[in-house]
């Protein structure tokens, strides 16, 4: 069974530009989180999905920041205009269920840097 | 609210000899506590899990870890550490909308 998946691993953009990064989960998990840390930080939730709805965009840092997730299946992450303080790694984790006793699994992240 | 504090952000320990990393959390009610592990270039993997069954869990790679509601913490062990245990380890509580709340990471060294 394949894993979390997330594309791309490496991606520089320039202050002001646009990026998407692209999670697809695990075949069959209708929830999809989305993580990120910053450079020093602890890795912090931004938002979860239960199928193609927003279940809670409560930790999205501000309105640069757009996830959607249509069909229910693979979810984009956009950043637009980045800045520089989006540095920092972005995760992607799914789960079958949401209730505490199932697990989460994360994908290897993308490493976004602003310049 | 939920919360978990990691009380090293470095251990660098001999191969062969034990490995702990120190978790404490904080919750209002019986909380969801994780270890997760990622290694260069990997993602986040699960070690084990706890979830108000058995307090000493079982993980994989010969980890467990035990919960103490005394002390409110859940530090994570192996008795014998090997190479590849190298890598950032990560205690995780689950927040009140199912969210996972990190802490900031235990980087652990192992020397040969």
């Known amino acids: ?115 | 609210a939920q919360s978990v504090t990691q009380l090293d952000s470095h251990v660098s320990v001999s191969e062969g000899t034990p490995v702990l990393l120190r978790c404490n959390y904080s919750s209002s009610y019986s909380p969801s506590l994780f270890w997760y592990v990622q290694h260069p270039n990997k993602g986040l993997q699960l070690l084990l899990k706890y979830t108000s069954a058995a307090t000493l869990v079982k993980g994989i790679n010969g980890f467990e870890a035990e919960f103490k509601k005394s002390e409110t913490s859940f530090h994570l062990t192996k008795p014998s550490a090997h190479m590849s245990d190298a890598a950032e380890y990560f205690c995780v509580v689950r927040g009140n909308n199912n969210d996972m709340r990190f802490g900031a990471g235990t980087r652990l060294t192992v020397k040969p």
């Open chain 1, 1 to 115: 069974e394949a894993g979390v998946t997330q594309f791309p691993s490496h991606s520089v953009i320039e202050k002001g530009q646009t990026v998407t990064l692209r999670c697809d989960p695990i075949s069959g998990h209708d929830n999809l989180y989305w993580y990120r840390r910053v450079m020093g930080k602890e890795i912090k939730f931004l938002l979860h999905f239960v199928k193609e709805s927003k279940q809670d965009e409560s930790g999205m840092p501000n309105n640069r920041f757009l996830a959607e997730r249509t069909g229910g299946t693979y979810s984009t992450l956009k950043v637009q205009p980045a800045e520089l303080e989006d540095s920092g790694v972005y995760f992607c984790a799914s789960s079958q269920e949401w209730l505490a006793t199932y697990t989460q699994y994360f994908g290897p992240g993308t490493r976004l840097t602003v310049l």
